[in-house]
């Protein structure tokens, strides 16, 4: 059974940083698409960033230049980087899992989720 745990999160000042984790159990990470989406408040889920099975990564226009996705498969953790952050940062941050066989690696096809983290930004 896959299962992903997230950390990081918290209230940070505009123009801080923030790394958040991910670690997972039950799957192999060099054989499956993760990927960081998260809902601000009132908002629908939205995809952030995704990594493939063999480290390709994309990332949503306003991720782009300030967020950084990136995984350590020996220790089946997966995480995000963000930068220069925004108050429209504000938002709960989950991770998820898919088998490679779900390629692409965009897409809502997720199969398994994370709790979340909640990461507020204050102007």
């Known amino acids: 059974q896959v299962q992903l745990e997230e950390s990081g999160g918290g209230s940070v000042q505009a123009g801080g940083s923030l790394r958040l984790s991910c670690t997972g159990s039950g799957y192999t990470g060099s054989t499956y698409c993760m990927a960081w989406f998260r809902q601000p408040p009132g908002k629908e889920r939205e995809e952030v960033a995704t990594i493939s099975p063999h480290g390709s990564t994309t990332y949503a226009d306003s991720a782009k230049g300030r967020f950084t996705i990136s995984k350590d498969n020996a220790k089946n953790t997966l995480y995000l980087e963000i930068n220069r952050l925004k108050p429209e940062d504000t938002a709960m941050y989950y991770c998820?899992?898919?088998?490679?066989?779900?390629?692409?690696?965009?897409?809502?096809?997720?199969?398994?989720w994370g709790q979340g983290t909640q990461v507020t930004v204050s102007s």
């Open positions: 998820a899992a898919k088998p490679g066989a779900l390629y692409p690696c965009t897409g809502r096809t997720y199969t398994t």
